[in-house]
């Protein structure tokens, strides 16, 4: 049986692409604000019901550099259920990430917990929107006024979620999408940060080429992360067919939801009221169910299925911060990272697949599954 990974990427056919790029050949200009990159930029806007946009060659660097951007000093407020770059990207602007527990519903910061971390120290939060679960926006926002601190959303998740029908990119004072090729959009690499704050715009923007304002001036010491053509060409292709691409994406968490919403043992996330979800990730938190996490992850990938322990370690274990922090002091994010698996989900994959995965999650006297764990186990 062919392997199922846990992420497929969406890709236009292929003479979609080739349309698309073939006057870059005629202009042979292929980065540096081209015409397929403002194209994209302006499409992007719309799409995310947003103001600005500033693309990016990645969304790690777009959220490093909107961090920069806002000369922020001390401390700042975040998650450790996240991916590697969030708490990466405030160690390396050289500040301080205080790791703030999530909640158990749906994983996001746990905003009854943010106040008591702040201190005279604090000058920004950043949350995650994780999974494409959007963090409670109105309780960070008040928070926000009120110590006077930056808001920038880690949205790499979200792609297209609205809130009560406004786009979630239009939420703190930033929003940082990512456009990997595993998000639920792509630009193979790719990533932006959108906003309200023409200012912040202007000055990222001169940020991410080299700090270069004239051609005999440069005001900061910026570095190199801007989307080139190619990038912005498969942008504008998949941009195209994202609509039925989380469309074919929900009734494959529809099917999950089928057949996983009522075991004993097992729980699943739904959207809160309001939210318009994308369909990311399908994350299933195993509690009490007959198999670990763990032991559902073995067992999937005798069958050559493949989820992934997302988000297992929590960042604030990663060994580079030696016995600075300690999990225990965001308890529900370390429970929730020993149970959680992501199970595989992209616009392609079959629903039959999805039943095959359901069953060998569900089957108890799954045999055949054991007698190779057995087997690996001996090895
Ligand atoms: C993917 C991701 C990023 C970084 O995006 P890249 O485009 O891969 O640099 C940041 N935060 C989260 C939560 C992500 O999943």
């Given at each position: 049986m062919e392997p199922i990974q846990v992420t497929k990427s969406s890709m236009p056919d292929i003479q979609e692409y080739m349309e698309e790029i073939k006057d870059l050949w005629d202009s042979?200009?292929?980065?540096?604000?081209g015409v397929k990159h403002k194209k994209l930029e302006g499409q992007l806007s719309k799409y995310l019901d947003a103001e600005k946009a500033s693309l990016f060659t990645n969304g790690h660097l777009a959220l490093e550099y909107t961090i920069e951007a806002f000369n922020l000093t001390g401390e700042v407020i975040t998650t450790p259920f996240t991916f590697a770059s969030t708490t990466n990207a405030i160690i390396r602007n050289g500040l301080k990430p205080v790791f703030c527990d999530i909640n158990p519903y749906d994983y996001t910061i746990s905003t009854d917990s943010i106040e008591r971390l702040i201190t005279d120290q604090t000058t920004a939060i950043v949350p995650v929107h994780v999974y494409g679960n959007i963090c409670d926006v109105d309780e960070i926002e008040r928070i926000a006024k009120k110590y006077n601190l930056k808001v920038i959303y880690d949205?790499?998740?979200?792609?297209g979620v609205t809130v009560n029908g406004m786009g979630v990119a239009n939420c703190g004072d930033a929003s940082m999408f990512s456009f990997h090729?595993?998000?639920?959009?792509?630009?193979?690499e790719g990533g932006a940060i959108i906003t309200k704050n023409e200012e912040l715009v202007k000055k990222l923007n001169i940020l991410k080429n080299h700090?270069?304002?004239?051609?005999?001036?440069?005001?900061y010491a910026g570095g190199n992360a801007k989307m080139n053509e190619f990038q912005a060409a498969m942008g504008i292709c998949n941009l195209r067919n994202i609509d039925g691409d989380i469309q074919k994406r929900k009734a494959v968490v529809d099917r999950y939801f089928e057949r996983l919403?009522?075991?004993?043992g097992i729980r699943l996330c739904k959207p809160r009221l309001g939210v318009e979800s994308n369909y990311a990730y399908f994350p299933v938190v195993f509690d009490g169910f007959r198999f670990s996490r763990d032991e559902v992850f073995e067992r999937l990938k005798t069958k050559n299925i493949y989820s992934r322990k997302y988000f297992y370690p929590l960042t604030n274990s990663f060994e580079y911060h030696g016995d600075k922090y300690d999990i225990n002091k965001t308890p529900v994010a370390k429970d929730i990272a020993e149970r959680v698996l992501t199970l595989p989900l992209y616009a392609d994959l079959d629903l039959k697949d999805v039943d095959k995965i359901c069953d060998i999650i569900l089957n108890s006297d799954n045999t055949e599954c054991d007698a190779i764990l057995a087997l690996s186990r001996e090895e």
């Open positions: 042979q200009w292929l980065t540096n604000n949205a790499a998740h979200a792609f090729a595993t998000k639920v959009f792509n630009t193979i700090g270069i304002t004239g051609p005999e001036s440069v005001e919403g009522n075991v004993n």
